[in-house]
């Protein structure tokens, strides 16, 4: 294939449509949009696409409400790869702590509203990164993402979600582009998401938007949870919608080793539950009923020669065992790689 200079001579006339949008969620995308930055991001890992510089004289602010590794590391270095300058903010140290609700009378530990920051910041940068977990005490106040729309309402540059109460977009796409890499296609790849013990609730982000994904791209999934850990019915009317238009299909089931007989894939996370949601003493009293939920080798062998995908930070010997993790099968790292790519394609396409 014939080797091009950036990013803008190899893209598809579609991608001209993301200039300027925030990405909050895949499904503020169609699937044609996401699989040409899919395609994309592929090239410029292979080294087919040099995107030169085309965040130079530009900077993205990078907010952190919560701790990263992954998604820090990857968004500093994709901004600098691009010729930009990354502003990383962890809020309530390096900078204000910030208050982010209307009408609230701030005579507490809150110095600054998001009103103030978001409309300032929008001044000094091209495109605001958020990272903020939810607070897993009222469902409803953590469904309404009420940190990240306020970014966006006050915001006058792009907005882009690096994971909030209920979705991480970022991870999602290249939890599907390591897929596509290794089976060439993802239509009707047979997916499991395996929910598996850890010792405290965690937030549905990732398998939400992994849910959403694997629906907007066609695939055959299977969500294995105990009953009391099902996804939210509303995100999971928006999955079943998506798997219909692309010829997909979603099923959950109850029982962990029948959702990984004949998977290809057995992607292990493990979320909170809606049942006991803000109850943490009843919740992880209950969740104790599901200590043996960990992907092991003899799990692993039920499937259809499947591979191992975990976003990252995982519990060794809590979630997976070290034989599935350190085996030839997991392509965690895989994963983890490929945000890198994914981020530096978005960037380029979003500004």
């Known amino acids: 294939m014939r080797r091009v200079t950036d990013f ?11 200039k300027g949008r925030s ?22 890992k292979h080294g087919l696409i040099d ?36 502003v990383v903010l962890d809020v309530g140290q390096g900078t204000w702590a910030l208050e982010y609700r209307d009408g609230v009378v701030m005579d507490g530990d809150k110095a600054e509203h998001v ?25 409803e106040e953590d469904r309404a993402e009420v940190i ?32 596509r890499e290794k089976f060439g296609t993802v239509d009707q790849r047979k997916v499991v998401l395996a929910w598996t013990y850890h010792p405290r609730p ?58 990984c007989r004949g998977a290809e894939i057995v992607y292990a996370k493990s979320w909170g539950s809606l049942k006991y949601y803000g109850r943490l003493d009843e919740e992880r009293q209950w969740r104790q009923h599901y200590r043996h939920w960990m992907i092991t080798e003899q799990l ?15 519990r060794r010997n809590v979630v997976v065992t070290d034989e599935v993790l350190d085996g030839p099968r997991s392509i965690v790292i895989d994963q983890a790689a490929n945000r890198l790519h994914i981020q530096k394609t978005l960037l380029s396409l979003l500004l």
């Open 115 to 139: 009103k103030e920051a978001a409309r300032v910041l929008s001044g000094y940068v091209h495109a605001i990164g958020v990272r903020c977990f939810p607070r897993m005490n009222d469902y």
């Open 202 to 259: 965690l937030p549905m982000s990732v398998p939400n938007s992994f849910a959403l994904a694997a629906a907007q791209y066609g695939m055959n999934l299977t969500i294995a949870c105990p009953p009391e850990y099902e996804l939210d019915p509303q995100l999971m009317a928006e999955v079943e919608r998506h798997a219909e238009q692309n010829q997909g299909n979603v099923r959950v089931v109850h029982d962990l080793a029948e959702g």
């Open 148 to 179: 990240l729309r306020a970014f966006e309402r006050h915001s006058s540059v792009p907005i882009i979600n690096m994971e909030s109460a209920t979705h991480h977009p970022l991870q999602a796409l290249a939890d599907i582009m390591t897929i």
């Open 8 to 18: 803008s001579q190899a893209a598809s006339p579609l991608l001209a449509n993301l």
């Open 51 to 86: 995107p030169g510089s085309p965040l130079a004289g530009k900077s993205v602010a990078l907010v952190f409400f919560n701790p990263s590794l992954r998604t820090r590391t990857s968004m500093v270095v994709a901004v600098q790869q691009l010729g930009g300058v990354p």
């Open 300 to 314: 692993m062998a039920k499937t259809h020669n499947g591979f191992f995908m975990h976003c990252l930070p995982v």
């Open 23 to 44: 990405f909050l969620t895949t499904g503020d995308f169609s699937r044609p949009e996401l699989s040409a930055l899919l395609d994309l991001a592929i090239q410029h």
